[in-house]
DNA sequence: TGAACATATGAACAAGTGTTCATATGATAA
DNA sequence: TTATCATATGAACACTTGTTCATATGTTCA
């Protein structure tokens, strides 16, 4: 049976109900799309970006970091708290220096889920 | 020779010179990582994901999406000139409706630029 | 202990984003 | 032509985001 109960926001007549319900059968989860699109957004900055193709290559401290893209300590100190917190990378310090890279067991999960893979040249 | 002309933006010292230069010789064009970025920001909206992930079904009009998804047929146009501009969708209309499905070519273009790959579970 | 330094973090701010509302456009049919 | 309908679009709005500035935290060394 079609859903009757909905809200209907849309203010014109369904055209195609058949194509409507077949659609709605294979929808991936509410969650799963959130899911997904939050992490797209992590990788929708080129700040972001930077940091993990430099991690890519080598770990790094912060300062090397900001060197290297020309930018103030504070914002990569802040790109890498969001980075963090997409578990993409960890860190570790040494003395006063904190050297981050890049979360491989995360990331190898993110692409075990199948959704994504990136992979190099 | 370490570049010297750069403006420093960095407060602190850099620590490791050897791996900031070895970054910077791999580092992707600014221009790649923008157009990269400004791609993945399209993915970064599960709005956009819902219709990329219906349209991979099937070929909708933009009243099937606003029922499907619930959501004002504004709303999805908005979305759907978003997905238009950056070429991953295309359109034909046929009297007074319009329908949408995937660029295949240009979906496929993305992926020959082996940056990313997205495959179905 | 206190100075020095690498990093983190909160507040402020400008710029960008997604939705809604009202309305425009383009097509059909009477 | 006019009414109707599917879609597009501009303006307004609340909300989010990335950077900067000032300052806090944590570590080392004298």
């Given at each position: 049976m079609t859903q009757q109960t909905e809200i209907l926001?849309?203010?014109?007549?369904?055209?195609h109900q058949e194509v409507v319900d077949l659609v709605r059968t294979t929808m991936p989860s509410q969650d799963k799309l959130q899911e997904l699109s939050q992490l797209f957004k992590v990788f929708g900055d080129p700040t972001r970006l930077k940091i993990l193709s430099a991690l890519f290559k080598s770990e790094m401290c912060v300062c090397d970091m900001a060197t290297l893209f020309n930018m103030t300590q504070s914002s990569i100190s802040h790109q890498l708290s969001v980075l963090k917190q997409a578990r993409l990378v960890n860190y570790h310090r040494e003395g006063k220096v904190v050297y981050y890279g890049l979360d491989d067991q995360h990331i190898q999960q993110i692409f075990d889920q199948g959704y994504l893979h990136i992979q190099e040249r």
């Open positions: 926001k849309c203010d014109c007549n369904v055209i």
